[in-house]
């Protein structure tokens, strides 16, 4: 594979990504910081298909970068090829708009194949191509310049393993039959909104114990306030004001801004300070919640004791299962979807939907409604249908003979 010099013009940029444009599919990796800022800071971009590879300067001087981000955003004949790619994507959203389209996610594939729940990327490449990834340039300042020539081989590796990896991994995947399963996945990879941070929602990520509309009102007008002032500063909004402090003030709300400097977390020049005003407006602004608006309690559906054991009863059926057909069990379904269950949902489960109800939301449900057991019998762990057929499950030894009902 050829590896091109760093890109630091516009000119070599656009006729590297037109030579790319034909390709079938690209690998794609960024180096960015964060530490310091809300928006990641992009400070390189690496680039490859099977036949060369590049990193491109975006701090370089002068550089137009649309060439590249037309690339990877509206050309949809090229597939893109990352791994973990949220933060990634997210870069580009925030720069375009819009997401690279279309994408493959070889963390999630990986998933599919039975290789852990989120596998890294030096893990994969020993794996596939039996190559051990010398780390030593992984906590480089990538902002700082100029880079030199071991940091910028490092990056490149990204996708140079990359593109060797890719098509070994969706051979795979079409033997198994699998690939169809990360269709879901890769669409909610490719959904800009999900990149965007929006102020009136970031309350929910605010833990508070009270459930009280005019706390939780105080709770959302906060959190969108201090979302709005860690984006116009560019800073990470733990910077502006903490989590604890901001629930603090939401259950506690102080009375005149003089109060602020008693609150634990913020400093005595908030008393006084623009800030503080700014944060005294956004109380006197907040509204209590309306019944529409407030989050709902989790359902126990009935007896709350019953539906949390059938609920460790689906956990343990989801080990087995994806022990069985050797698949990252997060890909099939996650414990909310569990506990949704056992309290008696139905409604919206993707668990109960296409490939994940054949391969488990049908014995999920058998489970729940009465029509299976589990039993170990020396050692192995069988499940029991009420028409006497038995499945038998490889399981780790547990015991002899010990029997967990899980009919009614």
């Not at 590297?16 to 809300?38: A, G, H, P």
């Not at 959302?220 to 002032?229: P, Q, S, T, Y």
């Not at 589990?374 to 249908?385: D, E, H, P, Q, R």
């Amino acid at each position: 594979m050829q590896i091109n010099p760093l890109i630091t013009d516009s000119a070599t940029l656009a006729s590297f990504c037109q030579r790319l444009s034909t390709s079938s599919y690209i690998t794609v990796d960024t180096e960015f910081m964060r530490e310091n800022t809300y928006y990641s800071e992009l400070c390189l971009i690496q680039i490859a298909n099977d036949k060369e590879a590049a990193a491109i300067d975006p701090m370089a001087e002068g550089i137009d970068l649309t060439p590249m981000l037309n690339l990877l955003t509206d050309n949809h004949d090229v597939l893109k090829i990352f791994h973990a790619a949220g933060q990634d994507i997210e870069i580009f959203v925030n720069m375009t708009g819009k997401t690279p389209q279309p994408i493959f996610d070889t963390q999630i594939a990986a998933m599919a194949l039975g290789q852990g729940e989120q596998i890294g990327y030096s893990n994969l490449v020993d794996i596939w191509l039996n190559i051990q990834i010398d780390k030593g340039a992984r906590f480089t300042d990538w902002s700082r310049r100029p880079l030199d020539k071991r940091q910028i081989d490092y990056a490149i590796a990204d996708v140079t393993h990359l593109s060797k990896l890719f098509p070994m991994m969706l051979e795979k995947l079409q033997e198994t039959g699998r690939g169809r399963w990360l269709n879901d996945e890769m669409e909610k990879l490719s959904n800009a909104n999900q990149y965007i941070n929006d102020p009136d929602l970031m309350w929910k990520k605010v833990k508070v114990r009270s459930r009280a509309p005019d706390v939780l009102g105080r709770v959302k007008a906060l959190a969108a306030w201090r979302e709005r002032e860690a984006q116009r500063k560019n800073i990470p909004r733990g910077r502006v004001i903490k989590d604890d402090a901001l629930a603090d003030i939401a259950v506690h709300p102080p009375k005149k801004q003089s109060d602020l400097g008693r609150v634990r977390g913020l400093s005595a020049s908030w008393n006084s300070n623009d800030i503080g005003a700014r944060l005294m407006h956004a109380i006197e602004e907040s509204k209590a919640l309306t019944k529409e608006d407030m989050p709902e309690k989790k359902r126990s559906g009935g007896n709350g004791r019953d539906a949390s054991l059938v609920a460790d009863l689906l956990k343990l059926l989801l080990k087995i299962r994806s022990r069985e057909i050797n698949v990252a069990s997060r890909l099939i379904t996650k414990a909310d979807e569990l506990e949704q269950l056992a309290s008696g949902e139905r409604e919206g489960l993707n668990l109960l939907k296409g490939w994940r109800f054949e391969q488990f939301g049908k014995d999920a449900l058998d489970l729940v409604e009465g029509r299976v057991a589990f039993a170990v019998v020396n050692g192995k762990l069988k499940i029991t249908t009420t028409d006497n057929d038995e499945t038998s499950i490889e399981a780790p030894e547990i015991g002899s003979e010990n029997e967990v009902v899980a009919n009614d």
